[in-house]
């Protein structure tokens, strides 16, 4: 007879956790209907006693109940967030690799650095060197961060023009 070694178990997630907690609100469960459900399912009291699996079937049966997953909120006025710019997570990189920026983010810097009224000719370039000690964007990290930057600049610049207009 051969006999396996016992796979290790997958541990919670803390977004399942959040999921959980968010569908308890939402289908308006009191706490004792949340943890008879917890008791009678799994033989567990809390929800970080879960595995990962057990957590999941947890999410499977709060939909039958009726709960729906949230989707992420995207909003389509103005200039997009900084998530929208960001690749792969750098946690799930290894430490040595890089990504290039993507043309959607070398276009957006583009047309940010456009809208912004520059006191010298080339005022964008003095600004990458000064704040972020680049002479040009190299890494999709990099180009979030000027992204951001330049929104903020933006941001800025158009509230001290209505305050000259106002003032």
């Not at 977004?15 to 907690?21: A, N, R, S, Y």
């Not at 039958?64 to 006025?77: A, Q, S, V």
């Not at 690799?97 to 009224?117: C, N, T, W, Y």
């Amino acid at each position: 007879m051969i006999y396996r070694a016992a796979l290790p178990v997958r541990r919670i997630e803390s977004l399942q956790i959040k999921m959980i907690h968010t569908a308890v609100a939402k289908l308006s469960l009191s706490d004792d209907e949340y943890r008879d459900i917890l008791q009678g399912h799994f033989k567990v009291s809390s929800s970080t006693e879960l595995n990962y699996f057990q957590a999941s079937k947890l999410i499977d049966y709060f939909k039958t109940l009726g709960f729906k997953i949230p989707k992420r909120k995207r909003f389509t006025p103005g200039t997009p967030s900084k998530q929208d710019y960001i690749s792969i997570p750098r946690k799930n990189r290894p430490p040595n690799v890089f990504v290039l920026p993507s043309r959607d983010q070398l276009e957006m810097v583009d047309a940010l650095a456009g809208k912004i009224k520059w006191l010298v000719e080339d005022g964008f370039q003095r600004w990458l060197q000064k704040y972020f000690k680049i002479t040009k964007i190299k890494t999709e990290w990099e180009a979030s961060n000027v992204i951001e930057g330049l929104k903020k600049m933006l941001d800025h610049q158009i509230d001290g023009d209505d305050q000259c207009k106002n003032g």
